[in-house]
């Protein structure tokens, strides 16, 4: 259900650029960055796939769990088009360095989680993104939601960037630190490193 929906983004912030006629620097910029990043999870859903998303699921708890609170992010290119948001350029540029730094940690910390998985399994991982952080692939998409939400040049994609944080992120890594308690070595893991941002938080 995820990746159907990533595979969908581009085609939504297109329709939502015909429907309003904007055809803007800003309005291109959001589509190249939003919609490379689905294309990007598509690609990376059949390369070095997250377990927990190959879960089968029903219909209805795709449509309501998944497919609705992930369109939820949509709003923010919603926004861009349907108020016509002309970013000036420093403020683009500041946008596509949030998202595509973020891109970095997302798509490096799962890919070394991955392999880590296949070669290592039973150990705790600690290096590479992980070396300072716990959580290199929730701080990886903090900063593209962010960068997207930025775009929209209003408080509304931030707040629903904020509940996710709140609501959704943040009790799951209670859960993995959790989980992750059982090996020697989490103690010294934790802390030196931060729960979401490098070093720091």
Excluded at 80 to 85: C, D, Q
Aim: proline residues 6%; positive net charge; hydrophobic residues 50%.
């Amino acid at each position: 259900m995820n990746r159907s929906h990533k595979a969908v983004t581009p085609l939504a912030i297109l329709a939502m650029m015909a429907f309003y006629q904007e055809w803007n620097y800003t309005a291109w910029i959001y589509l190249a960055t939003h919609g490379t990043y689905a294309l990007l999870w598509v690609y990376k859903g059949f390369t070095f796939p997250d377990r927990q998303f190959l879960v089968p699921c029903s219909i209805p708890y795709g449509v309501f769990y998944v497919w609705l609170p992930l369109s939820l992010y949509w709003i923010a290119g919603w926004l861009v088009m349907s108020r016509h948001v002309q970013a000036p350029p420093w403020y683009l540029a500041m946008c596509v360095s949030l998202t595509a730094t973020g891109i970095f940690f997302h798509y490096v910390g799962d890919m070394q989680k991955h392999m880590h998985m296949q070669y290592r399994k039973g150990t705790l991982l600690t290096e590479g993104v992980w070396a300072g952080c716990r959580n290199p692939n929730y701080f990886g998409e903090l900063l593209i939601y962010l960068g997207f939400g930025l775009l929209a040049m209003h408080w509304l994609p931030m707040a629903i960037l904020g509940t996710m944080v709140v609501g959704l992120w943040i009790p799951n890594m209670r859960l993995k630190d959790k989980s992750m308690s059982r090996y020697p070595e989490f103690a010294a893991w934790k802390a030196r490193t931060g729960k979401i941002v490098p070093y720091l938080l």
